[in-house]
Structures are given as structure tokens and as C-alpha cells.
């Protein structure tokens, strides 16, 4: 079985500030995690993910994420956010091992930047 | 290389209609996931198909829905007798298969199919 949690659904910070995205996972087996972002009324974009290897890992956009697996995380965050980083980000988890297919999402973090 | 195409985009429908959505996956992916977005939460995993096969659909409500991946053309999911509560968005994700030799093939998202019940 796998889940994921995001805390908080609403995120708001100052253009230029740091953006921490919060997500937890659970997973029987090593998983997978990503994070998506979703403009309003379009599809999904894969930012970064992680499946083996270096557990620091660089997105699109100037984004990463670093894979805690003492902690069970994977949080997002940029060092500066920019007005254009406004949208929802979703975390999401798929399992690593042979009945991989389906990803299990997060209910999402809408990210508000402030001018 | 097209991305996953979905149509329609929206889709308006009045209670026990008929709803049928299309996915077509990119080129050379054989790897098709549905999956349903409710207002305010997260995509809810529906039902994952190989060409002529449904893998698991796990996630699919056991009445009114199906959903095919046929030889030739694109993956349909049908919603018979539609119901208010079907309202949502709908994405179509494809792959070109699940895994390969102990790694992960990322799944490329539709734009999705809005669908609206009166």
C-alpha cells in the first residue's frame, strides 16, 4: 500500500522568498516520488522526481528535492520564488517493484506568490 | 512528438447521459492511466490498460464506468448513466511500459477532459 500526505494546502510567500512544499509518504516497498505542477485548468508537469541514487534531485524551473527516507519525505522547495511559481503542486508516490503502474497523489499545495 | 491527446476538453452532459472520453497516448507508449481529479483534491488513480488489456482497475467504481485500450485507436472511458458527482476532470497519462530492467518509465499527462453534469 502507498500514500502520500501534503501539509498544507495553501502556501502563500513573498516573490523572492524560499518555497517549502511539505510532502510524506507511505510505501510498503522503495518508492518512487515525484512532484507535479498544474496551471490552472491544464494538465500535469512533471518538476522532478526521484527513483535511485543521488537522493538530492534538481527540477525544471529551479526547483529540487531532497528524498529523507529516515523521515519518510520528500519536500520541494526553490530558493526564490518567482510570480510565475503560482500554481498547484502535487507530490506523488509509485512503488518500485513488479506492480508498478498507478501513482498515488497527494491532494495538493496551491502555491500563492505575493508581489 | 505529440503529447497525450485527450478530447473532448469539455464535456457538458445532463444526468443519465452517456459520457465517453478519449485518450490518445503518445507515440510508441503501449501504457495507458485514467485518473480522476475532484474539485479542491488530488488525481485519484482509476485504472491502468496495455493495448487489449486492463492491468488493474482497482480505482474504477464498480458500476457505470469502463474502460478499454483497443489494437487500433485511442484508450476510451465510458460513464454510462452520468451523475452529478461524475463532475470532474479527467486525465489520461501514458507510458511506453511500467518499468524497464528495474527502472521507471514517467508517465506523460493529457491536458484533460472537464466534465460537467447538469
Known amino acids: 500500500a502507498q500514500s502520500v500526505t501534503q501539509l498544507g494546502s495553501h502556501v502563500s510567500v513573498s516573490e523572492g522568498a524560499l518555497v517549502l512544499l511539505r510532502c510524506n509518504y507511505s510505501?510498503?516497498?522503495?518508492?518512487?516520488l515525484f512532484w507535479y505542477v498544474q496551471y490552472p485548468n491544464q494538465g500535469l508537469q512533471l518538476l522532478l522526481k526521484?527513483?535511485?541514487?543521488?537522493?538530492l534531485v534538481k527540477g525544471i524551473n529551479g526547483f529540487e528535492a531532497e528524498f529523507k527516507k529516515s523521515e519518510t519525505s520528500f519536500h520541494l522547495t526553490k530558493p526564490s520564488a518567482h510570480m510565475s511559481d503560482a500554481a498547484e503542486y502535487f507530490c506523488a508516490v509509485n512503488q518500485n517493484n513488479t506492480n508498478a503502474g498507478k501513482s498515488t497523489f497527494g491532494d495538493g499545495t496551491t502555491l500563492t506568490v505575493k508581489p | 512528438n505529440a503529447g497525450v491527446m485527450q478530447n473532448p476538453r469539455h464535456l457538458v452532459r445532463r444526468r443519465g447521459q452517456e459520457a465517453r472520453l478519449r485518450c490518445s497516448p503518445m507515440?510508441?507508449?503501449?501504457?495507458v492511466y485514467w485518473y480522476r481529479q475532484l474539485p479542491e483534491e488530488g488525481l485519484k488513480f482509476m485504472v491502468y490498460?496495455?493495448?487489449?488489456?486492463?492491468?488493474?482497475e482497482s480505482g474504477m467504481p464498480k458500476e457505470r464506468f469502463s474502460a478499454e485500450f483497443p489494437k487500433e485507436g485511442p484508450s476510451i472511458l465510458r460513464i454510462q448513466q452520468v451523475v452529478r458527482g461524475d463532475s470532474a476532470a479527467y486525465f489520461c497519462?501514458?507510458?511506453?511500459?511500467?518499468?524497464?530492467?528495474?527502472?521507471?518509465?514517467?508517465?506523460?499527462f493529457g491536458p484533460g477532459t472537464r466534465l460537467t453534469v447538469l
Open positions: 490498460l496495455q493495448k487489449e488489456n486492463i492491468i488493474d
Open positions: 507515440k510508441g507508449h503501449s501504457h
Open positions: 510505501s510498503s516497498v522503495p518508492p518512487y
Open positions: 497519462a501514458s507510458s511506453p511500459t511500467a518499468r524497464v530492467g528495474g527502472g521507471y518509465n514517467e508517465q506523460f
Open positions: 526521484y527513483t535511485t541514487g543521488a537522493t
